[in-house]
Every structure is written in C-alpha cells, then in structure tokens.
C-alpha cells in the first residue's frame, strides 16, 4: 500500500526496517471490538495494518506531532482503515482535545522514539504500558545498537515481562506483557 508522508515525521521517505519487522513478525492482534495502540503512529503504518488486520477493533493512534497525526488519519481514510482514531497527545500522554479518553488497551504496537534518551523513554514507556488491560501485551521494535537488550532489561526490572520475539537486521522485536497488579 501506498501512504502519504512528509518531511519532520519520523522515516517519511519509506517504512523503516524495525516497523517493517515488526508488521511481518508481531503476533496478530487480537479478534473482536478491542482497543489497540500505535504509540508514536508518525504517519501511521502500523495504525493502518492494525485496523485492517483486526477490522472490529479500535486502532487509536497517539502522537505529539500534529502533522503526523493528520497524515496517520489521511492515510487511514485512504486505506479503508475506519477504526483508526488519530490523537494528538501531549508528553504526558493527555489528549490534546479534552473531548478525547483514552481507554485501556489490549495491545500495542510500537517503534518507540529510542533517541529522546533513557529518562525520557521510560516515562513514555512507563506512562502507556501502565494503560495496558491486565491481559493485555506490547509488541516493541527497537535497534539492538541504540539500547534494546538494556531496554528489555529495564522493563523486566520495573515488572513488565520481556521476551525477545525475534532478532533481524540488527533490530530487536520485544513482547512485554502487562505487570502484575501490586498484592
């Protein structure tokens, strides 16, 4: 398929290898009417597949950027992709229109933005894996040279199960599974 893009949005020329990886190797979403994320949706190819890949589920694509964000929305209009709700959300992870909730999801998909740094990735990580539903999963790719094995470490460390789904190319696909509740 073919999809808009342009310049300040992350790898606007072409799918990169890590979401490419993660489009061929990610488990399917789940069936039925559930709530699937694409952190960080750029102009949304990972929003577009998750929607016509799961067509009764809500795809809610997240970004800070504006301009990615109405590309992600253009592209899911162009794709027949209609359960693609594309957000604008602050660093905190608020929606910028206050008419928006989120929910909790059941899945996410992500290439997460490893280059704002680690303390700033772990709050974003932190802040969206935490709205995981008790059995829900994330499915994140991440270059093995900028920090993916130590990135899998840390989740482990702060509760979130992490097993390596597959390694290509120099990219990790990580499996994280919702933490465990506090006793």
Known sequence: MSLVTDTGVFSGDRVDPGTRLLLQEAPPPPPGAVDLLDLGCGYG?????M?????????????VNERAVALCAENAA??????VHAVV????????DSGTTLPRFDLVWSNPPIRIGKPALHALLTTWLDRLTPEGRAVLVVQRHLGADSLA???????????????????????????????
């Open 153 to 183: 470490t840390w989740l482990g460390e702060q509760g979130w199960v992490t097993t390596r789904l597959a390694s290509r190319a120099g990219y990790r696909l990580l499996d994280v599974a919702a933490r465990s509740a506090p006793e």
């Open 78 to 83: 162009a794709h027949d992709a209609a359960g």
């Open 51 to 63: 929607a016509r890949r799961a067509p009764d589920a809500r795809v809610w694509a997240v970004d």
């Open 45 to 49: 190819p990972l929003a577009v597949v």
């Open 89 to 96: 959300v602050d660093d905190s992870g608020t929606p910028v």
